[in-house]
């Protein structure tokens, strides 16, 4: 296998070689070219990868803010088939009807 090459670019094509204790992942740096990650490697497959890169860690990561997502939208779309229902159930009462409906239920 070939070593890695990490940051090539327009300025500097061939960019820099892969330093083997350090985790495989290329990270993005603030000049828009990439750079080897710079944490120790150890973790995940053949233990090329930080414990932060781990793809394990990282898909476990993704699955969960997959599932955060669905619970969010499942939450909101609750509250929506909620409201279309009530809207339906109210569209029969009149707008003084609901009203009094109010008063009564704060005499209580
Ligand atoms: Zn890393």
Redesign the pocket.
């Known amino acids: 296998m070939t070593d890695r090459i990490y940051g090539g670019w327009a300025g500097n094509p061939r960019g820099i070689a892969e330093d083997k204790t350090l985790?495989i992942?290329n990270v993005w740096g603030d000049f828009g070219h990439g750079h080897q990650?710079s944490?120790k490697r150890g973790h995940g497959k053949d233990g090329l990868?930080?414990k932060?890169?781990d793809p394990e860690r990282v898909a476990a990561a993704e699955e969960k803010k997959d599932d955060e997502l669905n619970e969010e939208m499942q939450k909101s779309e609750a509250v929506w088939k909620r409201r279309r229902i009530l809207a339906k159930m109210a569209s029969g009462i009149t707008t003084v009807e609901l009203k009094n409906y109010k008063l009564v239920k704060r005499k209580n």
């Open positions: 985790c992942q990650c944490r990868y930080c932060q890169h």
